[in-house]
C-alpha cells in the first residue's frame, strides 16, 4: 500500500543528488581490464554509429553500476555518458554481457553531438532554486542558504529548504538535452511543502529558465 501522502520513486541522499537508470546494486568485482566493463565500454566505442552516436561522444563514460546475475552469469554494465566531466542528464546505455564475454543487449538513451553543447554558469544553486519555484508554481523561498558545497565540476551543493521543501533541496551542473542541443543547467530536487509533489527540475546555468521537470511521486 501506498504511503498515505506519497510514494517516491527515488529517495534523497543527505547532500548529495543521486539519479541513476537503474537502482544501483553491488559492484561486480572484475569492473576493469578485461573484464566486463571493458567490454562493455569497447562494444559502445565500435558501435558508436549504430546507437545512434559519434564515437567521440562515447569516449567519457561513467560506470554507474555493474551487476552479475547469480542465475544467468549474465553482468549488466550501466554507464552514464558526460561531456567536459559532466554528466548528460537522462542519457545512460546498459550494456549485458554473457559469462563467456559475449554482449547479449545493449539500450541506450545517449545523445549525438556533444561537441555542440553550450552554455554559461550565470546563476549559483540558490538562484537556481529560486527559478524553479517560480515555474514550478510554488511559494516564494525565504532564506535560502548553501548547507554545503562540493569542488567538483558538478558543483553539488545542498540548499536550505526555503520554505518550500519537506526537505533540503540537493543541486548540481550537468548538461540537459534540448531540441536546440545541450545546455549547461542545474538540476535539483524540491520536496513540495504545500503540494503533493517530489520535483525534479533542471534550469539553464545561465538564464534560470526551467528546461525539465520530472514529479517523482506515484499518485496511483
Same mark, same amino acid.
Given at each position: 500500500?501506498?504511503? =498515505? +501522502?506519497?510514494?517516491?520513486? #527515488?529517495?534523497?541522499?543527505?547532500?548529495?543528488? *543521486?539519479?541513476?537508470?537503474?537502482?544501483? =546494486?553491488?559492484?561486480?568485482?572484475?569492473?576493469?581490464?578485461?573484464? =566486463?566493463?571493458? #567490454?562493455?565500454?569497447?562494444?559502445?566505442?565500435?558501435?558508436?554509429? $549504430?546507437?545512434?552516436? !559519434?564515437?567521440?561522444?562515447?569516449?567519457?563514460? +561513467?560506470?554507474? $553500476?555493474?551487476? +552479475?546475475?547469480?542465475?544467468?552469469?549474465?553482468?549488466?554494465?550501466?554507464?552514464?555518458?558526460?561531456?567536459? %566531466?559532466?554528466?548528460?542528464?537522462?542519457?545512460?546505455?546498459?550494456?549485458?554481457?554473457?559469462?563467456?564475454?559475449?554482449?547479449?543487449?545493449?539500450?541506450?538513451?545517449? /545523445?549525438?553531438?556533444?561537441?555542440?553543447?553550450?552554455?554559461?554558469?550565470?546563476?549559483?544553486?540558490?538562484?537556481?532554486?529560486?527559478?524553479?519555484?517560480?515555474?514550478?508554481? @510554488?511559494?516564494?523561498?525565504?532564506?535560502?542558504? /548553501?548547507?554545503?558545497?562540493?569542488?567538483?565540476?558538478? !558543483?553539488?551543493?545542498?540548499?536550505? !529548504?526555503?520554505? #518550500?521543501?519537506?526537505? =533540503? #533541496?540537493?543541486?548540481?551542473?550537468? &548538461?540537459?538535452?534540448?531540441?536546440?542541443?545541450? %545546455?549547461? *543547467? &542545474?538540476?535539483?530536487?524540491?520536496?513540495?511543502?504545500?503540494?503533493?509533489? @517530489? &520535483?525534479?527540475?533542471?534550469?539553464?546555468?545561465?538564464?534560470?529558465?526551467?528546461?525539465? +521537470?520530472?514529479? &517523482?511521486?506515484?499518485?496511483?
Amino acid at each position: 500500500m501506498s504511503h =498515505p +501522502r506519497r510514494s517516491r520513486l #527515488i529517495g534523497l541522499s543527505a547532500g548529495l543528488l *543521486a539519479l541513476t537508470f537503474v537502482p544501483t =546494486p553491488m559492484l561486480a568485482a572484475d569492473t576493469e581490464g578485461d573484464g =566486463p566493463v571493458a #567490454i562493455a565500454r569497447s562494444y559502445v566505442a565500435d558501435q558508436a554509429a $549504430s546507437l545512434g552516436v !559519434r564515437a567521440a561522444d562515447v569516449t567519457d563514460l +561513467r560506470v554507474a $553500476s555493474s551487476y +552479475r546475475s547469480a542465475h544467468t552469469g549474465v553482468t549488466h554494465v550501466n554507464m552514464n555518458q558526460r561531456f567536459d %566531466r559532466l554528466e548528460v542528464f537522462g542519457a545512460y546505455v546498459t550494456v549485458n554481457v554473457t559469462s563467456d564475454r559475449e554482449v547479449l543487449f545493449a539500450g541506450d538513451s545517449l /545523445v549525438k553531438g556533444l561537441a555542440d553543447a553550450s552554455g554559461v554558469l550565470r546563476t549559483d544553486a540558490t538562484e537556481a532554486v529560486e527559478a524553479a519555484a517560480g515555474a514550478l508554481g @510554488l511559494d516564494d523561498p525565504s532564506g535560502l542558504q /548553501v548547507i554545503s558545497e562540493s569542488d567538483g565540476p558538478a !558543483r553539488r551543493t545542498v540548499v536550505s !529548504r526555503g520554505g #518550500i521543501s519537506d526537505a =533540503p #533541496i540537493p543541486a548540481r551542473l550537468g &548538461w540537459q538535452p534540448t531540441d536546440d542541443g545541450l %545546455r549547461l *543547467a &542545474w538540476q535539483l530536487v524540491i520536496d513540495a511543502v504545500s503540494e503533493d509533489h @517530489l &520535483w525534479n527540475a533542471t534550469v539553464d546555468a545561465a538564464t534560470g529558465e526551467l528546461l525539465a +521537470r520530472d514529479d &517523482w511521486v506515484d499518485h496511483d
